[in-house]
């Protein structure tokens, strides 16, 4: 006995579950066939059954029988008049699902037998010929692809908003000057545009990770059956077209074990998780009273309960929490798959709630931080002031003594230290140093090189590809409307 610790106790008495479980003898599955004679116990009931997650997958399963039906039909394995009642039953099917009509029964396990249970209701026997050729093993394996691929079909949508709002702000803030960070030690000046531009490019190479899982899981395992194949001649071709797979699976095997494609969605997922957080951190510190270079307004931060001063950014703390429960779904699939032998075993019955919790996390982070983007007000007062504060024009002195006097890199990196140390010395800022002092160090510096520790000169001379300056943020803006939008400005 077990007492949880401000609640009623947990009873894990496994011999009064099984006088439990026993006390009646249950009636044999129907779904099994002749082969049992009596039921599950209760707990092996609960613990055997899917549908309270694997419901997701109805218009997926809907999809697949319908598809499964005409090529039964088209190969002369079912009879048209049968082919025409399952479809019509599947459709009644589908639209009470949809309408909230559909009972969801635990005792059919799945989603699969769900449907086809009802199936049998509407149309009598025509119902039992839909499993022909066909296993739950291949069909949830196909379901379940579909279902992945539209997910990553939305979350794509998602990521591609998100980067509209940030080329948006950052076309907008081109030339906003910001300090630039190594080690969260302000480093060089650079331009909030810029900065919010290495964000699209985080979230361009999640979008290409999502799109290459999305090519790779676009085969079809239907027509694997359990594991061998089916013994009737289907048309594997027909159904995968019908789905818009780009081909059957080749191996019957390993189509129905294979679980790659769930695992690849949720390793892609995990780092966009991990790209999220960074954001999301970034609104954390920025609009901490620290740096006060954001505000975020009551749309997406809370109060305190005692404090009547605060307004804290929960909603980006929470997108920050929320990547280790895309890391930890990946973690979990990948222990479930790592010592299972070919081809199916019930464990990978496991693979379906962290994924559909994945999807359902993502679309929920993304909404909110594509909201934080667009409603953030940024200072960018404070953001320039924070920017002149340190000492970044020691390396525009060193690289003005490399372009203008031919001095190796090394000598005038020591000659840029030199002068920030006698900045320290005398308690002002470099751009405070007189030309004799700027000598006495190193003689080839002229009037000319005091004009470079100016921090708009910082901010535009850095103007190669890839770069900070105003100029070329605006026309990455530009390039990266096409690249990721279709040219969209919105």
């Known amino acids: 006995m077990a007492a949880g610790r401000h609640g009623a106790a947990l009873n894990f008495d496994s011999d009064k579950i099984m006088a439990k479980d026993n006390a009646t003898k249950p009636e044999a599955s129907s779904i099994w066939g002749g082969r049992f004679g009596g039921g599950p116990a209760e707990a092996m009931q609960r613990i055997n059954a899917s549908i309270g997650f694997d419901n997701r997958l109805y218009g997926q399963d809907i999809a697949g029988s319908l598809a499964h039906a005409d090529m039964l039909v088209a190969t002369g394995i079912i009879s048209a008049e049968d082919g025409a009642a ?50 739950r093993n291949d069909q ?20 591609e908003a998100m980067q509209a709002a940030l080329i948006a702000r950052a076309e907008t803030h081109a030339a906003s000057i910001m300090p630039g960070f190594t080690h969260l030690q302000t480093a060089q000046p650079v331009t909030l545009g810029h900065h919010l531009l290495a964000y699209v490019e985080m979230f361009g190479r999640d979008r290409s990770r999502l799109a290459d899982c999305r090519a790779r899981m676009n085969e079809m395992p239907l027509g694997s059956g359990a594991l061998a194949g089916a013994s009737f001649a289907i048309d594997r071709d027909q159904t995968a077209q ?21 695992l690849e969605y949720l390793a892609a997922a995990a780092i966009l998780g991990v790209h999220l957080s960074r954001l999301a951190e970034e609104f954390v510190l920025w609009s901490s009273e620290a740096f006060g270079f ?28 929320k990547s280790g429960r895309l890391i930890g779904a990946l973690n979990s699939l990948l222990i479930v798959m790592k010592g299972l032998p070919l081809a199916y075993s019930k464990d990978m019955q496991e693979d379906k709630e962290p994924v559909f919790e994945t999807a359902d996390t993502l679309a929920l982070c993304i909404a909110a931080m594509t909201g934080m983007i667009g409603d953030a007000n940024f200072d960018t007062g404070a953001m320039e002031r924070a920017a002149s504060l340190a000492e970044t024009g020691a390396v525009d002195i060193a690289d003005w003594l490399v372009r203008e006097q031919d001095m190796a890199f090394r000598s005038a990196h020591h000659v840029a230290g030199q002068l920030v140390r006698l900045a320290e010395e005398k308690g002002c800022g470099l751009a405070d140093l007189s030309l004799a002092d700027l000598q006495n160090i190193e003689p080839l510096l002229t009037a000319a090189a005091q004009k470079v520790l100016d921090i708009n000169y910082a901010v535009q001379v850095r103007s190669s590809f890839g770069g900070t300056a105003p100029g070329r943020v605006k026309a990455a803006c530009k390039e990266a409307r096409a690249r990721f939008l279709g040219g969209r400005s919105k």
């Open 242 to 262: 019908a789905l818009g797979f780009d081909r059957p699976t080749a191996n019957s095997l390993d189509a129905v074990s294979d679980r790659d494609f769930a």
């Open 86 to 135: 399952i479809a019509a039953g599947l459709k009644d099917i589908l639209a009470e699902i949809e309408a909230g009509k559909f009972q969801f029964k635990a005792e059919l396990e799945d989603i699969h037998m769900n449907i086809e249970a009802r199936l049998g209701e509407l149309i009598g026997d025509a119902a039992g010929r839909l499993h022909t050729a066909r296993s």
């Open 140 to 159: 949830v394996a196909t379901d379940f692809r579909l279902w992945v691929r539209d997910a990553l079909d939305d979350l794509d949508a998602g990521l």
């Open 294 to 321: 954001v505000a975020l307004s009551d749309a997406f931060t809370t109060g305190s309960s005692m404090l009547p001063q605060k307004r804290n950014p929960d909603g980006a703390e929470l997108v920050r929490a």
